[in-house]
């Protein structure tokens, strides 16, 4: 037992249409975020430094919906968010309403490192970033065409969602049946963009460290912010693991997705997989998530209770994945 | 069983020494506050309306750090936030960044109700506050002389802080600037309720932190840190915020409950003086089958509590001498 572990992920809930080559693209990002992580892993980085660097990489590849790719607002904007935590101590950042700040869990490191809070957010966060001189560039850096034609799409979609005269596809849904086609925190599966990006690491010394990120809700109201920078909800880390979340908001954010994993393992004893599978098959009720967790002893674990999850995991001992579906 | 509701104005660091003028008005407002809760519960009102019908009455109140009498940030304006969660359905609701809104606490419902989100912040819930129509003042409204006396006490200490430190602000230094008079700046207002038939609310509303950063959120609108409510009971927590976030102190209680099998009063003592350090964190809680529980690990805490069978209390301090 022991030694180091890493996961990352690119978002829970995947189009089961998504096409093999955008699958593909997927798959190797994650494969690349991966070995990054791994190399770094191996020249005993702390495991707070390889979560960072792995999601800043994840931020910059315009593919997930983090940094640049994000997901856009009803206005057609980025606002961007995200978390982390540091197991030792339990040290935590965040930051919600970022507009210009290239990589967001940079932001949130330092606020964590270098202000005397824990959390920061929008035009504040915003100076913030200025003070600490980190890389910032104009909104439209972070915009994709393909997710400008996603947030038309969105907003029809909004406008025709109880339509019975919408095509259910003909796939299976998860959870409770429904005769409208899948759907994602309201969105159809083909408009919504899985939110979020995530790391967790324990590195050689068994200390865990998580970190999420994301660009939100496509089409979300201005100002929304979702359960990526709450600690406790999309984040969490202690001494016993590291967990990052992705999926609908509102179900991780009241189910304390993050926080429970670690709470089933520290007040259940159960053991990092059980603690992952209890969560998702319990904490979830109608809603749709997935997650990553890392232990202490150096296992890995994953969980989702929708169509899919973007993941990639690896251990000290060789073992390497990487998947999107079941 | 029985009904059984609580209220907080603050836990920190209250000298005994507190004078007369200061007390009084809060041992009042909590009061007063306590009993318009107390109505609410025999006439039948919900718990979720109960918890933010309370906690407005404690934001337009000016002695405690929410809504009128918010602490300043750094910049001499205030940002409010508020969360408020419904221990049935564990829907929730959550604001933060509010300059003008009135009772931040009533549009954190109206963010749980009337939209699909949980939680807005700063420009976009100013937006949703004028879609929807709350009241809404000038900022200044919620400006008083003794907070801006408090920042202004502030400012100095942390310049006499840098004065003796050419260091970027290490992590452990995160703390609140000592204020001369005594008065804990380290405020919130909070509420939980339960009805005689065991539904669950809980709610909580701030100022924040007196010269925070312009932008600062703390555990208040933090489901699972600041409030927590769901079938077995319902919390409302108050101190250091980075505390709180990260001992998701609220959600901890509700799962020390479940998962350990403890009571009320074991979980919520074992979060409050087991699980956080010292001087940093005092909670109400209230559980399903009526109990209640006020923990707090600071110096002191302006709370009250009453239950249907017709115990009353307001306190400061942690013995019968109040």
């Given at each position: 037992m022991g030694g180091w572990a890493i996961a990352v992920h690119?978002?829970?809930?995947?189009?089961?249409?998504?096409p093999p080559q955008r699958q593909e693209e997927a798959k190797q990002l994650l494969a690349r975020c991966l070995n990054l992580g791994i190399s770094s892993l191996r020249s005993n980085a702390s495991a707070i430094d390889v979560v960072e660097l792995v999601v800043r990489e994840l931020e910059t590849d315009?593919?997930?919906?983090?940094?640049?790719?994000s997901a856009l607002t009803a206005k057609g904007t980025v606002e961007m968010e995200a978390s982390i935590m540091d197991g030792t101590k339990r040290r935590c950042g965040a930051v919600s309403g970022l507009t210009t700040v290239k990589n967001p869990i940079s932001l949130a490191r330092l606020v964590m490192d270098k202000s005397p809070h824990s959390y920061l957010a929008f035009s504040g966060a915003e100076e913030f970033a200025r003070l600490q001189g980190v890389e910032v560039v104009e909104n439209e850096y972070f915009i994709t065409p393909e997710n400008v034609g996603m947030l038309k799409l969105a907003k029809e979609a909004n406008t025709i969602l109880f339509d019975y005269r919408i095509p259910t596809n003909g796939y299976d849904t998860c959870g409770a049946g429904v005769e409208s086609p899948m759907k994602m925190n309201g969105l159809p599966i083909s408009v919504y963009a899985p939110e979020t990006v995530g790391c967790v690491v324990v590195d050689k010394e068994g200390r865990c460290a998580a970190a999420t990120s994301t660009g939100g809700l496509m089409n979300k109201m201005t100002g929304r912010i979702g359960d990526s920078p709450l600690i406790g909800a999309g984040t969490y880390a202690c001494e016993l693991c590291g967990v990052s979340c992705t999926g609908e908001g509102e179900a991780i954010i009241r189910g304390t997705l993050a926080r429970e994993v670690a709470a089933v393992m520290e007040y259940k004893g159960l053991g990092l997989q059980e603690a992952v599978d209890f969560v998702i098959k319990n904490r979830l009720d109608e809603g749709f998530a997935g997650l990553i967790a890392v232990s202490n002893k150096g296992e890995v674990a994953y969980g989702f209770n929708c169509n899919g999850m973007f993941r990639g995991c690896a251990t000290e001992d060789g073992f390497m994945e990487v998947g999107i579906w079941e | 069983m029985g009904w059984a509701i609580a209220v907080h104005g603050g836990a920190g660091d209250?000298?005994?020494?507190?004078p007369h003028e200061r007390r009084q008005p809060r041992e009042e407002a909590l009061r007063h506050c306590l009993q318009i809760g107390i109505k609410a519960l025999q006439s039948n009102l919900s718990p979720l309306d109960v918890v933010e019908l309370v906690v407005r009455e404690l934001e337009n109140?000016?002695?405690?750090?929410?809504?009128?009498?918010s602490v300043l940030t750094s910049k001499g304006t205030v940002e409010m936030e508020a969360s408020i969660m419904d221990g049935n359905t564990m829907r929730c609701g959550a604001v933060s960044g509010l300059t003008t809104v009135l009772n931040a606490v009533s549009l954190a419902r109206l963010v749980m109700e009337k939209t699909p989100h949980i939680y807005l912040a700063f420009d976009g819930a100013e937006q949703f506050a004028r879609e929807q129509g709350v009241e809404i003042v000038d900022?200044?409204?919620?400006?008083t002389p003794e907070n801006v006396e408090r920042l202004k006490l502030a400012k100095e200490a942390n310049r006499v802080q840098i004065d003796y430190n050419a260091q970027p602000i290490q992590n452990d230094t995160k703390k609140e600037a000592p204020c001369a008079n005594g008065d804990s700046q380290i405020g919130t207002v909070g509420c939980v309720a339960v009805d005689c038939h065991g539904n669950l609310a809980s709610a909580t509303s701030t100022g924040g932190l007196v010269n925070k950063m312009a932008g600062r959120i703390g555990d208040t609108p933090v489901i699972g840190a600041g409030t927590y409510a769901n079938e077995l009971c319902a919390v409302s927590a108050t101190g250091k915020g980075e505390s709180i976030i990260r001992g998701t102190v609220a959600r901890d209680v509700a799962a020390l409950m479940e998962?350990?099998?403890?009571?009320l009063k074991e979980a919520a003592d074992c979060v409050v003086h087991e699980r956080t350090p010292k001087g940093t964190v005092g909670l109400i809680a209230v559980s399903a089958a009526g109990e209640v529980a006020m923990p707090f690990n600071t110096t002191g805490m302006f709370r009250g509590c009453a239950t249907e069978d017709g115990h009353l209390e307001v306190a400061i301090w942690s013995d019968a001498e109040i």
């Open positions: 690119g978002g829970a809930g995947v189009d089961p249409n998504l315009p593919l997930f919906n983090s940094g640049r790719g | 209250i000298s005994r020494s507190l109140i000016p002695h405690f750090n929410a809504g009128r009498g900022s200044s409204h919620f400006i998962f350990k099998g403890l009571s």
